[in-house]
């Protein structure tokens, strides 16, 4: 069973359209994150949720929109597509001060932009 | 400002070498400090990790030395492979479990 998954791993579209990435993980974590991996692999957070709660916002233009119905689940909207945002989008979950540290990542999202 | 520091952006070592990749950092509130292994088209996926009350931490072939009073920790490669060609990122957080601050990552390669 894969531990976090995002759907889909790719995503072409034209700019100015509306796209949603889904994301879930089945290891009981309460936090999850969006990551962005620009072109030259640079790894930043853009989103945290705690037990369904944003608790991280980094400086992210408000076109991107997370959303958590439940600790399982974290998906990212993002409005008016813009050619700056074609990178890997990366979901990830971990559990906040526990025992197991580790942040477990998804396979990305390829998003590309046109 | 970039939190997290990493050098070389890229390493070439021959199979059986040392690989040593290395990052600092400028917040003392980071208290975890792990280091992640991306292979093209995948996920970053955690190697090992390092909390700074440890000065040295190995696992197998990968050691994580850890100098607080310098903030800087290094990862060290043993008899590295060319299976261990790859993009490696240190990262550090407030708490573990909390979002990571990644350093640039550094392109290893391996040669046979």
């Known amino acids: 069973d894969t531990a976090v998954s995002q759907t889909p791993k790719y995503l072409v579209t034209q700019m100015g359209n509306d796209k949603s990435i889904k994301c879930e993980q089945n290891?009981?974590?309460?936090?999850m994150y969006w990551y962005k991996q620009d072109s030259k692999k640079f790894l930043k957070i853009m989103f945290s949720?705690?037990?369904?709660?944003?608790?991280i916002n980094e400086t992210v233009p408000n076109r991107f929109s997370p959303k958590s119905p439940d600790k399982a689940h974290l998906n990212l909207h993002i409005n008016s597509l813009e050619l700056g945002d074609s990178a890997v989008y990366f979901c990830?979950?971990?559990?906040?001060?526990?025992?197991?540290?580790?942040?477990?990542f998804g396979q990305g999202t390829r998003l590309t932009v046109v | 400002q970039q939190q997290v520091k990493q050098s070389p952006q890229s390493l070439i070592v021959q199979k059986g070498g040392i690989s040593i990749i290395n990052c600092a950092y400028e917040?003392?509130?980071?208290?975890?400090f792990p280091w992640y292994q991306q292979f093209p088209g995948k996920g970053p996926a955690l190697l090992i990790a390092?909390?700074?009350?440890?000065s040295e931490k190995k696992e197998g072939r990968f050691t994580i030395s850890f100098n607080k009073s310098a903030k800087q920790f290094s990862l060290h490669i043993m008899d590295s492979q060319p299976g261990d060609s790859a993009t490696y990122f240190c990262?550090?957080?407030?708490?573990?479990?909390?979002?990571?601050?990644f350093g640039k990552g550094t392109t290893l390669s391996v040669s046979s």
């Open positions: 990830a979950s971990s559990m906040r001060g526990g025992s197991t540290t580790e942040a477990f």
């Open positions: 290891l009981g974590h309460d936090t």
């Open positions: 949720y705690n037990n369904k709660e944003l608790i």
């Open positions: 917040n003392t509130a980071f208290d975890y």
């Open positions: 390092i909390r700074p009350d440890v």
């Open positions: 990262a550090a957080s407030h708490q573990a479990g909390t979002a990571l601050i």
